[in-house]
């Protein structure tokens, strides 16, 4: 039977064999030198080099924005372990911050911020360790204080200025902190079609004042601009100065599909500020008064800001650490553009113009541009070394490009995994970058670590940049949003570990356990605590339905690390309070009934002791 | 005879070395105020810089700026151990006046210079150390047993170490004297070595005319 039908075993073997070849075929990863290949590194030296001993301290702190998290995330380099986190524009449970009356108050109606580009306090060009500021998109800034780490003020959102992206780069003795729309709308605020976007939208750029002795911000201007899509700035320094730089996109005035409409000019601008100009005109009484805001106009303030042509939609621009050369990088571009400061002073001088968009000035690009530099595919962002080396980061080729100012010749390459963005070199921003390493801050990780599932970490890789050759080191998986960070020698910042009793001048601090106790006045009832190891004072309390309760907790701790926390159970109620700190919490007692409270920050061997009740009729 | 060669020792001046060793002995007096006369030092995994605490004759000193009083009230509390104050520490009141007392009657035998005044003073300093001694061990003693019958922690009453190492739950103490205390000393031997001195001269002087007759 089935003799004459035999199955076809011979066909069915050919076309297997057939298969197995062509599979062979397919092409694998390409071996190439530089590129998106997963890298590895010399284990002996990159473990040398990172490996800090138990007990022994890192060389500098890193400071990196942590994005749409809202905070800033404190890195210690070159070991990278996290440090710290630092809330900034988002409640953080776990120091309680947002919790508290005055951290609430901070952060206002919005508790999310998307925070994108720190930036330390300077003197002279160089870090002084005083302040972290920190911009994010909500028209906000933040400073940190790095006396303790904390968050101490956030301004904004400033009136007419809507997506601050171009942020919060400080000028070199930190006179202002800058702001730059990303998102031009009408100013003042108001519903236009998006038809007359190109002649009824605007973009702002402001400059946030900043008290030197007490770092107090304050919004000093703003300079009304033409509606491009403001990205990254950089002060100018030493020989530039006084001088701002912005980044600008979309200067094809588009709406819609931008990653078309906006992508058709093969040049757009970095717009050059002249902001002790801005400061002068303010001084004088000119400009218009736009939502409380003084702002001024470059068409009737001329000098005030120049473009210098910068193809194609630049993203970063950096000033060389002697002020000389403004690196700019158009991300659809292979080369980056060092332009020449004192060329754009003459090319200003001269009127050496090619046109104007809404009354400011062009400049001729060959007129300014000293060289362009043929880093590599999506150049973004550049930082410096000590000895006049250049690293651009390239986001499309998923490395790094060291190149030489003045020579322009690029003399290595070191690929990253994945995708870079930014990148930080040790004090790099600076007029004296101190080289030995750099990050680089990688927008995606694609699993170069134990699977976490889809959602990812973001890659920030160490590189060893004290050698001619740059050597990848270690692979540091951070919290989502690196998109810049700066690099700080530890040394810089002094830090306390205990706030001293004596600068405690809270009017509801008390230090004895004999002043503790509650106080009524109608329905507000205010509850003066005491937390000390390992108990509150007072240990419960009553109140009515309806109160309006302050707890006021002092920490009469005066030792490192001892933090108590008062945890309100059923009441979202979640303070952590520092040694020698009061903090406050405010709330209505509408739920009748018995509730806990307790410590919730390990404190000693009785920690477990630490707790009481409230008591609401 | 016996008494009447003691009597006369009493009478006898003290030469201008035995007076320059007293006025010594008063400037070591005036050191004391400005150093500590004891330490005890206690070491901890936690506390690697150890929690200082100095005890001058006239206050308690923490290290870290007074903070490791505070740090160890704290954790004494646990096990019902009384709070370490300055109002707890009666001798606080009165030991300076009594050394600045002392000091003046030191002088005093200076300008008198009798032996029979230094006699006097050494004696006295000799008592007040021996007592000052007796009332810190007695102190730490208190401390050390007299607990809170209510406390946390339950421990054996105990006894701190007055000179030396002693390991207590998780802390090595460390209690030693100090420069205040070395001063103490140096005064002491400095009275004794003027009546040293003095009896040794004055016996070279009995002797050496009865040498040149024989």
């Given at each position: 039977?089935?003799?004459?039908?035999r199955f076809?075993?011979?066909?069915v073997?050919?076309?297997?064999?057939?298969?197995?070849?062509a599979?062979?075929?397919?092409p694998s990863a390409?071996?190439?030198?530089?590129?998106?290949?997963?890298?590895?590194?010399d284990?002996?030296?990159?473990a040398?080099?990172?490996?800090v001993?138990p007990?022994?301290?890192?060389?500098?702190?890193?400071?990196?924005?942590?994005?749409?998290?809202?905070?800033?995330?404190?890195?210690?380099?070159?070991?990278?372990?996290?440090l710290?986190?630092?809330p900034?524009?988002?409640?953080?449970?776990?120091?309680?911050?947002?919790?508290?009356?005055?951290s609430?108050?901070?952060l206002?109606?919005?508790d999310?911020g998307?925070?994108h580009?720190?930036?330390?306090?300077?003197?002279?060009?160089d870090y002084?360790?005083?302040?972290l500021?920190?911009?994010?998109?909500?028209?906000?800034?933040?400073r940190?204080?790095?006396?303790?780490?904390?968050?101490?003020?956030?301004l904004?959102?400033?009136?007419?200025?809507?997506?601050?992206?171009?942020?919060s780069?400080?000028?070199?003795?930190?006179?202002?902190?800058?702001?730059?729309?990303?998102?031009?709308r009408?100013v003042?605020?108001?519903?236009?079609?998006i038809?007359r976007?190109?002649t009824?939208y605007?973009?702002?750029v402001?400059?946030?004042?900043?008290?030197?002795?007490?770092?107090?911000?304050?919004?000093?201007?703003?300079?009304?601009?033409?509606?491009?899509?403001y990205?990254?700035?950089?002060?100018?320094?030493?020989?530039?100065?006084?001088?701002?730089?912005?980044?600008?996109?979309?200067t094809e005035?588009?709406?819609?599909?931008?990653?078309?409409?906006?992508?058709?000019?093969?040049?757009?601008?970095?717009?050059?500020?002249?902001?002790?100009?801005a400061?002068?005109a303010?001084?004088?009484?000119?400009?218009?008064?736009?939502g409380?805001v003084r702002?001024?106009?470059?068409a009737?303030?001329?000098?005030l800001?120049f473009?210098?042509p910068?193809?194609?939609?630049?993203?970063?621009?950096?000033?060389?650490?002697?002020?000389?050369?403004?690196?700019?990088?158009g991300k659809?571009?292979?080369?980056?553009?060092?332009?020449?400061?004192?060329?754009?002073?003459?090319?200003i001088?001269?009127?050496?113009?090619?046109g104007?968009?809404?009354?400011?000035?062009?400049?001729?690009y060959?007129?300014?541009?000293d060289?362009?530099?043929?880093?590599?595919?999506?150049?973004l962002?550049?930082?410096?070394?000590?000895?006049?080396?250049?690293y651009?980061?390239?986001f499309?080729?998923?490395?790094i490009?060291?190149?030489?100012?003045g020579?322009?010749?690029?003399?290595?390459?070191?690929?990253?995994?994945?995708?870079?963005g930014?990148?930080?070199?040790?004090?790099?921003d600076?007029?004296?970058?101190d080289?030995?390493?750099?990050?680089?801050?990688?927008?995606?990780?694609?699993?170069?670590?134990?699977?976490?599932g889809p959602?990812?970490?973001?890659?920030?890789?160490l590189?060893?940049i004290s050698?001619?050759?740059?050597?990848?080191?270690?692979?540091?998986?951070?919290e989502?949003?690196?998109?810049?960070?700066?690099?700080?020698?530890?040394?810089?910042?002094k830090?306390?570990?205990?706030?001293?009793?004596?600068?405690?001048?809270?009017?509801?601090?008390?230090?004895d356990?004999?002043d503790?106790?509650?106080?009524?006045n109608?329905?507000?009832?205010t509850v003066?605590?005491?937390?000390?190891?390992?108990?509150?004072?007072?240990?419960?309390?009553?109140?009515?339905?309806?109160?309006v309760?302050?707890i006021?907790v002092?920490?009469?701790?005066?030792?490192?690390d001892?933090?108590h926390?008062?945890?309100?159970l059923?009441?979202?109620?979640?303070?952590?309070?520092?040694?020698?700190?009061?903090?406050?919490?405010?709330?209505?007692?509408?739920?009748?009934?018995?509730?806990?409270?307790?410590?919730?920050?390990f404190?000693?061997?009785?920690?477990?002791?630490m707790?009481?009740?409230?008591?609401?009729? | 005879?016996?008494?009447?060669?003691?009597?006369r020792?009493?009478?006898?001046?003290?030469?201008?070395?035995?007076?320059?060793?007293?006025?010594?002995?008063?400037?070591l007096?005036?050191?004391?105020?400005?150093?500590p006369?004891w330490?005890?030092?206690?070491?901890?995994p936690?506390?690697?810089?150890?929690?200082?605490?100095?005890?001058y004759?006239?206050t308690?000193?923490g290290?870290n700026g007074g903070?490791?009083?505070?740090?160890?009230?704290v954790?004494?509390?646990?096990?019902?151990?009384?709070?370490?104050?300055?109002?707890s520490?009666?001798?606080?009141?009165?030991m300076p006046?009594?050394?600045?007392?002392?000091g003046?009657?030191?002088?005093?035998?200076?300008?008198?210079?009798?032996?029979a005044s230094s006699?006097?003073?050494?004696?006295?300093f000799?008592?007040?150390?021996?007592?000052?001694?007796?009332?810190f061990?007695?102190?730490?003693?208190?401390?050390?047993?007299?607990?809170a019958?209510?406390?946390?922690?339950?421990?054996?009453?105990f006894?701190?170490?007055?000179?030396?190492?002693?390991q207590?739950?998780?802390?090595?103490?460390?209690?030693?004297p100090?420069?205040?205390?070395?001063?103490?000393?140096?005064?002491?031997l400095?009275?004794l070595?003027s009546?040293?001195?003095?009896?040794?001269?004055?016996?070279?002087?009995?002797?050496?005319?009865?040498?040149?007759a024989?």
């Amino acid at each position: 039977m089935g003799r004459n039908h035999r199955f076809p075993w011979a066909s069915v073997l050919a076309i297997m064999v057939l298969a197995m070849a062509a599979s062979q075929c397919t092409p694998s990863a390409p071996q190439r030198s530089t590129g998106g290949g997963a890298v590895q590194s010399d284990v002996a030296v990159a473990a040398q080099k990172t490996y800090v001993p138990p007990g022994d301290l890192d060389q500098y702190y890193m400071f990196s924005s942590g994005g749409h998290s809202g905070q800033v995330y404190v890195y210690g380099v070159p070991s990278m372990r996290h440090l710290s986190t630092i809330p900034v524009f988002t409640p953080y449970p776990a120091t309680g911050y947002g919790f508290d009356d005055d951290s609430k108050k901070m952060l206002g109606d919005l508790d999310w911020g998307d925070a994108h580009h720190p930036a330390l306090s300077e003197t002279k060009g160089d870090y002084d360790g005083r302040w972290l500021f920190i911009n994010e998109m909500n028209g906000r800034i933040a400073r940190i204080d790095l006396r303790d780490f904390k968050t101490k003020q956030i301004l904004g959102p400033v009136p007419n200025l809507h997506g601050n992206h171009g942020s919060s780069f400080v000028t070199p003795n930190t006179e202002y902190a800058m702001m730059a729309t990303r998102f031009s709308r009408p100013v003042p605020q108001r519903p236009v079609s998006i038809d007359r976007y190109a002649t009824d939208y605007k973009g702002i750029v402001a400059g946030v004042k900043i008290d030197p002795q007490s770092g107090e911000m304050s919004l000093g201007w703003e300079i009304l601009m033409p509606p491009f899509d403001y990205d990254i700035g950089d002060a100018g320094k030493l020989a530039s100065d006084g001088w701002m730089f912005f980044t600008s996109y979309n200067t094809e005035r588009a709406t819609g599909k931008l990653e078309v409409t906006a992508s058709q000019r093969d040049r757009d601008y970095i717009a050059a500020v002249d902001w002790r100009a801005a400061e002068k005109a303010i001084a004088a009484g000119q400009g218009e008064m736009i939502g409380g805001v003084r702002v001024l106009d470059p068409a009737k303030v001329p000098g005030l800001v120049f473009l210098l042509p910068c193809g194609k939609s630049p993203h970063g621009v950096d000033v060389s650490p002697d002020g000389n050369w403004i690196i700019g990088s158009g991300k659809l571009q292979g080369v980056t553009t060092a332009f020449n400061f004192e060329k754009v002073q003459t090319a200003i001088r001269n009127k050496d113009f090619t046109g104007e968009e809404d009354g400011i000035p062009v400049l001729k690009y060959e007129s300014i541009k000293d060289a362009e530099v043929p880093v590599g595919l999506g150049p973004l962002h550049t930082q410096f070394g000590p000895d006049g080396f250049a690293y651009t980061s390239l986001f499309l080729d998923s490395a790094i490009a060291k190149w030489k100012l003045g020579t322009w010749e690029v003399v290595d390459k070191v690929p990253m995994s994945y995708n870079i963005g930014h990148l930080a070199a040790a004090e790099g921003d600076t007029v004296s970058p101190d080289g030995n390493f750099l990050v680089g801050l990688n927008k995606l990780s694609h699993g170069r670590h134990l699977s976490v599932g889809p959602s990812q970490p973001e890659s920030s890789q160490l590189v060893d940049i004290s050698e001619e050759k740059m050597k990848l080191l270690y692979d540091a998986f951070t919290e989502p949003e690196p998109h810049y960070a700066q690099i700080i020698k530890a040394d810089k910042i002094k830090t306390i570990e205990v706030y001293p009793k004596e600068e405690n001048t809270h009017p509801l601090a008390v230090w004895d356990v004999n002043d503790a106790g509650v106080t009524r006045n109608g329905n507000r009832v205010t509850v003066k605590m005491v937390a000390v190891r390992s108990s509150f004072a007072p240990t419960s309390f009553e109140v009515n339905r309806g109160d309006v309760v302050t707890i006021a907790v002092t920490n009469i701790e005066q030792t490192t690390d001892e933090l108590h926390g008062l945890g309100l159970l059923d009441y979202n109620i979640n303070i952590v309070v520092d040694p020698g700190e009061t903090k406050t919490v405010t709330f209505t007692a509408d739920k009748p009934g018995v509730f806990a409270f307790y410590c919730t920050n390990f404190c000693s061997a009785l920690h477990q002791e630490m707790q009481g009740y409230m008591i609401a009729k | 005879m016996q008494g009447s060669s003691t009597r006369r020792f009493l009478d006898q001046p003290i030469d201008r070395w035995a007076r320059l060793m007293l006025v010594a002995a008063v400037g070591l007096l005036v050191v004391t105020y400005f150093f500590p006369l004891w330490n005890m030092t206690m070491f901890a995994p936690q506390y690697r810089d150890g929690l200082r605490l100095d005890i001058y004759s006239y206050t308690l000193a923490g290290g870290n700026g007074g903070q490791d009083i505070t740090e160890i009230n704290v954790l004494n509390h646990y096990i019902g151990m009384h709070e370490l104050t300055n109002a707890s520490f009666a001798e606080f009141q009165w030991m300076p006046f009594v050394v600045g007392t002392l000091g003046l009657l030191v002088l005093r035998a200076a300008v008198h210079a009798t032996v029979a005044s230094s006699l006097d003073v050494t004696m006295l300093f000799v008592y007040f150390g021996a007592f000052s001694l007796w009332s810190f061990g007695y102190k730490l003693y208190q401390y050390g047993h007299n607990l809170a019958p209510d406390a946390a922690v339950k421990v054996q009453p105990f006894m701190p170490p007055m000179f030396g190492y002693r390991q207590i739950a998780n802390f090595e103490v460390y209690s030693y004297p100090r420069a205040g205390t070395y001063a103490m000393v140096g005064v002491i031997l400095l009275l004794l070595g003027s009546l040293g001195w003095t009896w040794w001269r004055l016996r070279r002087e009995a002797t050496a005319p009865a040498v040149a007759a024989g």
